[in-house]
């Protein structure tokens, strides 16, 4: 077996193996599940990294089988980042979920609600966490619909692990306009079959789709997945469940869940179609920004802490959509657009930024409401007093998203604001410069009422210490990477935008 | 023991930042009731600083010069440069951080979130001197926006309603010139190629002739992103309102740190990127003279309506830190030279006044003005450093401020602008008509009974907490040497001379 | 038109009212229902459009996607009758809405004026 095999391998099937070893439910088979899950992916990611930073991307067909038949696994510096990205959160959110339960050895998961919660909890984190892994790895479009398919039903289901009639409600509505993207999403497959003849991303790419068979196709499937990713207008769905769900769920659905949408979008509009059209990406630019605008202005009407952070989620996946006008600065003329370093390093990174960020937000938050048993903006008064690891990582990742330094968010910004203003785009560089100064503002928002004097009377339960730290150490994370973030720019030039010309 | 190999060391630049950065945020883990550990963290980091700063100095002063870099993505790097001009400020910084935070101890004693705020006034202190060593406009913003974040918390730190709002006027004021800033900066990028700082600036004469609107716009978005800071007018009014934090915030930050970023900003703009040359030839250094000059004059007429006497001195902030704009801004070395004493003249003379008022708030409660009477029996020392510095502030020799005045007269005259000098003579006197009746009432007006009362009963051997007094008097014995001991070559106007002659303006 | 073509045509038919249903069927047993015929519509899509370049020759790729497709799809509608159960369960009604009786305020409302 060669490293790339090895690697990939471990990626997929580890955290699959592990949601099996997890169903055997008792607290030591959860552990076990969570730890193994953690290592395959950490070191798969890590593996993987250095094999496409030293090799260019890799490829392995699973036993032996090449396309058209057998399947393969594909990774290019893209698929990599976010593999390791998703492996981070990932640990850390493990981690978190080993105390967020109740402690997990003495948890009776038959009958307390909270260790049913931990027992489904477990094994259908991991096996979403395969799903995802197998979305940043497949080459071939039906793969991605399985991938997206199995990631989409267990994401649904874990909204439902809060037994509130609101959580339950919106997880069934995700769930619905889950199946309905991938409804479209799979249309669209159908069509680019039957025009094209073939699945594999690299032979459709080469094929260079175009006319109004592959435009038809590219809507439909643009529309299946902005509803998952939530883009503006279809992110009505986001908000109820991201803040309905426990919080390591919501953790996981806001920082990872949705870039596996925004991945397949990637690759579909840049990679496959090379860039589709100008009016298109200025379409999804617009959506973008739009989404921007409206998300913040509504997270900062928010209430309650969690619905704060899931409007931010709408508002903060506008700025990766922002990007893709940006990519294509000199238009698409001519066979081989001259695609925008600094848009791609800066859009990812920003998603990079935003998936630690916002694990570490929800996370925090999660630890805020669990000590005061409230939700509500007002029932977290003073809390920083009493936890300051976690005002500090709530801190940090608002920086991020703020694109404040030193985070990730603000060297992301720097460069779509360098490529915005070298091809004169000044719409852009206002969007992303008011949508940063809205994003201060409600988090400022959280930050005040958490500091405020007069703590809130009634219990403080006090929050294991493993929770506060693994909300910390994502935000530390997406910091450091505002200082350096040198090794992601370059394993993200390894294959690039259009990695298969 | 020997220092030599250190003096060689590319990474003290580096050092110099870690030494407040370590320590805040070890800090912020700690426990509110930990404050020996605490205290000791902050002074240890307080006299780490200073010691390298020393030997940083004592290298330039050899010739040598600094440079570490750390790459963020290929084209944008942390470059922190220690030279001449950085170690100004940087010095500047270092010396009254470790004053103050014997003053903060002592002055927050017993109060509560004191974690929280010794935490953040060390990042702010790691922020002020990394943006003094930005060896490029990246770096410079990097740490100019930590720094707007990380004053936020002392800015509320008492949690007052009124400080929850002043703290929103701060961030109104900075992160709304702070993302005008960051556009500009980047569209400097754009433009220029670089972002590098070099003497002489780095923008090329043709090119700015060639397209003058956008360069003129890239200016102005800059000098809006540092004269926020540096409290231009218009953009100064979040200054007087910062005022209801805690003294050794106003005394460090709102005299000193944030402020002298933003005026150390417009040094770099003018020269570093820019270019002075092409600054004047562009006409934005004349519009940066202009704009310096009627803040000077019209805080200076404001301040003389104000009762509070921290909002004295916010406004007499305003209208000094002008002073710098303005020198740097002509086209004369001296006059340069001028800008650069009074960064350092006037930091330690308003830390002088703002240590002063802090003392006379805790011991007597004293906020006002028209109840300071009768002040100066009561504290005689105090007293005795409020004078030095509000002296120095009007300009009078030996104190530091007449230097300045006399250099930036010179270096007016030299530019060919003598309209400088009538500004210069009516800040004097605007200076003198709020100054000299507050040390009158002081000196000469009867124990007013809204102090006296309380402070009847055996009187303590020393008129404060001498952790209080000592700063104060320290710095007003800084002010009153930078004076008399100009001629020496490590006075700052020695040291301003040689950042002249080693050409890194 | 071939008997091919009619499949195709049928099959966007049937995915169009389909989708029609569940934008606007409140029942979630509808919306189970419409989604899998959604899928259904796909399937002969998927079947029927390649076939039609050569009808002669089976062409096998389709007709494993459609098998995984259906095995995929009796997962998804296994997933969403169980989670319309919970709602019913613990909303007591069939529909996407929430009874305001046993729920607090709704948090989607803006903040009152202070």
Same mark, same amino acid.
């Given at each position: ?7 990939t391998?471990?990626?997929?099937f ?8 997890a169903?055997g439910?008792r607290?030591?088979?959860?552990k076990?599940?969570l ?19 030293q090799?260019g991307?890799?490829r392995h067909l699973?036993?032996g089988?090449?396309?058209?038949l057998?399947?393969e696994l594909?990774?290019?510096? *893209?698929s990599v ?9 990932g640990?850390?959110?493990s981690l978190?979920s080993?105390?967020? *339960?109740?402690d997990? &050895?003495?948890l009776?998961?038959e009958t307390?609600p909270?260790?049913? =919660?931990?027992r489904y909890?477990?094994p ?5 966490w395969?799903a995802?892994n ?6 071939d479009?039906f793969?991605?619909?399985?991938t997206?398919e199995?990631l989409g ?6 909204v439902t692990?809060?037994v ?6 919106a997880?069934m509505?995700?769930?619905i ?5 991938s409804?479209? *999403? ?5 069509l ?5 003849g ?14 109004p068979?592959?435009a038809?196709?590219?809507a439909?499937?643009t529309?299946g997945?902005a ?6 207008p ?12 426990p919080?390591?769920a919501?953790?996981?659905?806001s920082?990872? @869940?949705v870039?596996?949408?925004f991945?397949?979008l990637?690759r579909l509009?840049?990679?496959?179609y ?6 298109g ?8 920004a ?8 509504l997270?900062l009407r ?6 704060v952070?899931a409007?931010s989620t ?7 959509f922002?990007m ?11 066979p081989?657009?001259r695609?925008s370093d ?7 990174l ?17 630890n805020?409401?669990?000590?005061v ?5 007002r ?17 940090l990742?608002?920086? &991020? ?6 985070s990730?968010?603000?060297v992301?910004?720097?460069l779509l604001?360098r490529?915005?203003l070298?091809a ?16 201060i503002?409600? @988090? ?10 007069? =703590? ?9 210490r493993?929770?506060?730290w693994?909300a910390l ?7 450091s990477l ?14 690039? @935008?259009?990695?298969w010309t | 023991?020997?220092v030599?190999p250190l003096?060689?060391w590319?990474a ?6 870690l ?5 805040? $945020? ?5 426990k509110e009731?930990?404050?020996?550990l605490?205290?000791?963290?902050n ?12 030997l940083?100095l004592q ?5 040598a010069s600094y ?5 963020v ?6 470059t ?7 170690l100004?400020?940087?010095t ?9 935070t014997?003053?903060?101890i ?8 004191r974690?929280?705020f010794f935490?953040?006034?060390?990042? +702010? ?9 930005a ?8 740490f100019y ?5 990380a004053?936020?918390p002392l800015?509320?730190?008492k #949690?007052?309603?009124?400080a929850?709002r ?5 961030l109104?004021?900075?992160l709304?010139?702070g993302a ?7 569209w400097?990028q ?7 700082f070099?003497a002489g600036?780095?923008?090329?004469a043709?090119a700015?002739a060639?397209?003058p609107?956008?360069?003129?716009f890239?200016?102005?978005?800059l000098?809006?992103?540092?004269g926020v ?9 979040w200054?007087?309102?910062a005022?209801?934090?805690?003294a050794?915030?106003?005394a460090?930050l709102?005299a000193?740190a944030?402020?002298?970023?933003g ?7 003018l020269?570093?990127?820019?270019g ?12 940066v003279?202009?704009?310096?000059a ?7 007429v404001r301040a003389?309506s104000q ?6 001195l916010a406004?007499s902030?305003?209208?000094q830190l002008?002073y710098?704009?303005l020198? %740097? ?5 001296l006059?340069?030279v001028?800008?650069l /004493? ?7 003379m308003? /830390?002088?006044?703002f240590f +002063?008022?802090?003392?006379i708030?805790?011991?007597? #409660? $004293?906020k006002?003005?028209?109840?300071m009477g009768g002040?100066?029996?009561r ?8 004078? %030095?510095g509000?002296? #120095?502030? /009007? ?11 006399w250099?930036l007269?010179?270096g007016?005259?030299?530019?060919g602008?003598?309209?400088?000098? #009538?500004?210069?003579l ?6 003198a008509?709020?100054f000299l009746?507050?040390?009158r009432?002081?000196y000469?007006d009867d124990?007013d009974?809204s102090?006296?009362?309380g402070?009847?009963?055996p ?6 907490d001498?952790?209080?007094v000592?700063?104060a ?18 006075s700052?106007?020695g040291?301003?001379?040689? /950042?002249?002659e080693?050409? $890194?303006l | ?13 049937v ?6 249903a ?5 029942? !979630? !047993?509808?919306?189970v ?5 959604m ?7 998927? !079947?029927?459009?390649?076939?039609r ?5 089976a062409?096998?790729?389709p007709?494993g996607?459609v098998?995984t ?8 509608t ?16 069939p529909? !996407? ?6 729920e ?5 409302a ?5």
């Open positions: 077996m060669t490293g790339a095999e090895l690697w391998t471990a990626a997929v580890g955290p699959l193996l592990a949601s099996l070893v169903l439910g607290p030591a088979a959860l076990a599940g730890l193994l899950g953690s290592v395959t992916t950490l070191a798969g990611s890590l593996g993987l990294w250095l094999q496409v930073l090799h991307p890799v699973l036993g089988w090449g396309a058209p057998g399947i594909w990774a290019d510096g *893209f980042v976010m593999l390791a990205v998703t492996a981070l959160v640990a850390a959110v978190y080993l105390s967020y *339960f109740g997990l &050895s003495t009776d998961a307390s909270a260790g049913r =919660a931990a909890f477990v259908l984190w991991l096996l979403l395969s995802l197998g979305i940043y790895l497949s080459a479009l793969n991605l619909y399985v997206l199995i039903l267990a994401a649904a289901a874990l692990l809060a509130t009639p609101r959580a339950t409600v997880g509505r995700y769930l306009v889950s199946l309905v993207g409804m479209l *999403f799979l249309l669209g497959v159908a680019l079959y039957t025009e094209f073939t699945l594999a991303l690299e032979e459709l790419s080469a094929a260079a789709p175009g006319g068979m592959a038809t196709s590219l439909l499937m529309v997945m509803a998952k990713t939530a883009l503006f279809l992110h009505a769905w986001l908000p109820p469940a991201h803040a309905g769900a919080a390591p919501s953790a996981l659905l920082a990872v @869940v870039k596996g949408s991945f397949i990637v509009w840049f990679a496959v090379g860039g589709g059209s100008e009016a990406l200025v379409l999804m630019g617009g959506l973008g739009a989404a921007i605008l409206w998300g913040s202005v997270a928010q209430r309650s802490l969690k619905r952070i409007y709408v508002a903060q996946l506008g700025y990766m922002v893709f006008p940006l990519l294509a600065p000199e238009g698409l003329g001519g081989d657009p695609w600094d848009a791609w390093i800066g859009g990812i920003l998603a990079v930024s935003h998936a630690l960020a916002k694990a570490s937000m929800f996370m925090a938050a999660g805020m409401s669990y000590a048993a409230r939700d509500g903006l029932d977290i008064s003073g809390v920083a007093h009493r936890l300051p690891m976690s005002f500090l990582a709530f801190g990742g608002g920086l &991020s998203l703020a694109g404040l330094p030193p990730a968010g603000f992301g910004k720097w604001l490529e915005a070298s004169g785009g000044w719409f852009w560089v206002a969007i992303i410069t008011v949508g940063g100064l809205l994003t503002a409600y @988090v400022l928002k959280v930050l005040r009422h958490a500091l405020d004097r007069e =703590a809130s009377d009634g219990d403080f339960r006090p929050v294991p493993r929770m506060e693994a150490l994502l935000a530390l994370a997406s910091a505002g200082v350096r973030a040198t090794e992601v720019f370059q394993v993200l030039l390894q294959g690039g @935008v259009q990695p | 023991m020997d030599t003096l060689a590319d003290l630049p580096l050092a110099v930042v030494s407040s950065f370590v320590p805040g $945020v070890m800090i912020m883990f700690l009731e930990q404050a020996r605490r205290n000791s963290l002074m240890a980091g307080a006299v780490a600083k200073v010691a390298l700063v020393g940083m290298g330039v002063a050899g010739g440079e570490w870099a750390l790459e993505v290929p084209g944008l790097s942390l922190l440069r220690g030279d001449a001009l950085a100004l400020f940087v500047l910084s270092a010396v009254l951080w470790l004053v103050t014997l003053y903060a002592a002055y927050l004693e017993g109060s509560a979130n974690t929280r935490a953040f006034f060390s990042l +702010c202190v790691t922020a002020t001197t990394g943006l003094a060593m060896g490029d406009l990246f770096t410079f913003v990097f926006e930590a720094l707007t974040w004053t936020y800015v509320v730190h #949690g007052t309603p009124e929850i002043a703290g929103r006027t701060y109104y004021y900075t709304g010139a005008i800033l960051v556009v500009g900066a980047v400097f754009v433009e220029a190629g670089t972002v590098q070099a600036g780095v923008v090329d043709t700015v060639s397209g609107i956008t360069w003129a890239i200016f102005a978005f000098l809006i992103g540092m800071k540096s409290a231009l007018f218009p953009i100064h009014g200054l007087p309102t005022m209801v934090a805690p050794p915030v106003s460090l709102h000193v944030v402020v002298k970023a005026a150390f900003g417009i040094t770099r703009l020269h570093s990127l820019f002075i040359e092409v600054a004047w030839e562009m006409g934005a250094a004349v519009a003279a202009a704009l310096a009627f803040t000077i004059v019209y805080a200076s003389l009762d509070d006497l921290k909002k004295v406004f902030t305003v209208s002008s710098i704009a020198g %740097v801004a002509l086209l004369d070395p006059a340069h001028g800008g /004493i009074h960064l350092v003249h006037q930091g330690i308003k /830390i002088t006044l +002063c008022a802090g003392l708030a805790q011991t007597l #409660g $004293v006002k003005i028209s109840d002040v100066a029996r504290m005689p020392l105090t007293m005795a450093a409020f004078t %030095v509000a002296v #120095g502030m /009007i300009g009078l020799p030996p104190v530091a401020g007449f230097i300045s005045k250099y007269g010179l007016a005259l030299g530019a602008q003598p309209w400088v000098i #009538g500004v210069l009516a800040s004097s006197l605007l200076n008509a709020y009746p507050i040390l009432t002081a000469f124990p009974p102090w006296a009362r402070a009847e009963g009187r303590p051997r020393l008129e404060a001498w952790r209080l000592l700063p008097v320290t710095t007003a014995v800084f002010s009153l040497a930078a004076g008399l001991l100009a001629a020496s070559s490590w700052p106007l040291w301003a001379i040689l /950042i002249i080693q050409g $890194v | 038109m071939t008997s091919l073509d009619l499949y195709v045509w049928a099959g966007v038919v995915f169009l009212l389909a989708l029609h569940v934008v606007t069927r409140a029942h !979630l !047993l509808w919306k229902l419409a989604i899998n015929l899928g259904t519509g796909v399937f002969l899509i998927l !079947l029927a459009a390649p076939a370049r050569d009808p002669m020759v062409d096998p790729l007709q996607m098998l497709g259906i095995v995929v799809a009796v997962a998804a296994a997933l969403a009758l169980g989670m319309a159960l919970r709602v019913m369960a613990r909303t007591g009604s529909f !996407l809405t929430v009874d305001p009786e046993t607090e305020p709704d948090p989607d803006p903040e009152p004026p202070r």
